[in-house]
């Protein structure tokens, strides 16, 4: 079992500059979720697929902010012109859709986003 | 909308003391209710969970009894290690809707950061 994985673990970037992350999710799982946590705070939601369709996307997701999962499985997040608000921790998680309410989110290390 | 407070930290305890976290929440219908733990340099790893109402999870010696009439989900150990130090997060699950677009998504407390001294 891999378990949930993300790359890069660490990112820096300039003001302005777009950044693109990937989430390997555990592989037999259907739902793929990102959050972002900033310092201090828990981890807020972005948005979620199953398989690949994106199924609810947060307020937090501007449009500057646009996420995929093509054939169902890995899924990126791009942020194009970064901000420094940007900077925070981008999680990722997955679960297996159909277990009803014993269904279990496992998170990856993330990806931590500096925008300087 | 749905929300979760837990309180405020961060808490410092010897080894071997008891732990208490509280955590209330907010929320529509009967969400599920979860705990999860983050140690330094990790990511978030779930803790326990209760699905439904006087349910009770536990794991590595960590309980949280939900609480309906109080809308609540406290965590506590009778004896924490210097291993607990971490941080603590609450969170919730909505039930999920007929069209699916709601289920899923976590609503988490600020967390709370637990440091243990021998």
């Known amino acids: 079992d891999t378990g949930v994985s993300q790359d890069p673990r660490h990112k820096i970037t300039k003001r302005g500059q777009n950044v693109t992350f990937r989430c390997d999710p555990i592989?037999?799982?259907?739902?793929l979720y990102w959050y972002r946590q900033t310092l201090g705070q828990g981890p807020e939601f972005l948005t979620y697929?199953?398989?690949?369709?994106?199924?609810?996307k947060s307020r937090l997701l501007s449009d500057r902010f646009s996420a995929e999962r093509p054939k169902g499985s890995f899924s990126t997040l791009e942020i194009q012109r970064t901000e420094q608000g940007d900077s925070a921790m981008y999680l990722c998680?997955?679960?297996?859709?159909?277990?009803?309410?014993?269904?279990?989110?496992?998170f990856g290390p993330g990806t931590r986003l500096l925008v300087l | 909308g749905d929300s979760v407070t837990q309180m405020e930290g961060p808490v410092t305890l010897s080894e071997e003391a008891f732990l208490t976290i509280n955590c209330t929440y907010t929320?529509?219908?009967?969400?599920?209710l979860f705990w999860y733990v983050q140690y330094p340099g990790e990511g978030l790893q779930l803790l326990l969970k209760?699905?439904?109402?006087?349910d009770k999870g536990s794991n590595k010696g960590f309980e949280a009894t939900y609480r309906k009439e109080t809308t609540s989900f406290h965590l506590e150990k009778g004896s924490v290690q210097v291993s607990d130090s971490a941080v603590y997060f609450c969170?919730?699950?909505?039930?999920?809707?007929?069209?699916?677009?709601?289920?899923?998504?976590?609503?988490f407390g600020q967390g709370t950061i637990l440091t243990v001294h021998p």
């Open positions: 929320a529509t219908g009967y969400p599920s």
């Open positions: 969170a919730l699950r909505r039930p999920g809707n007929a069209g699916g677009t709601s289920y899923g998504k976590l609503t």
């Open positions: 209760a699905t439904k109402a006087d």
């Open positions: 697929f199953q398989n690949e369709a994106q199924l609810e």
């Open positions: 998680a997955s679960s297996l859709a159909g277990t009803g309410s014993q269904e279990t989110q496992y």
């Open positions: 592989s037999e799982h259907n739902r």
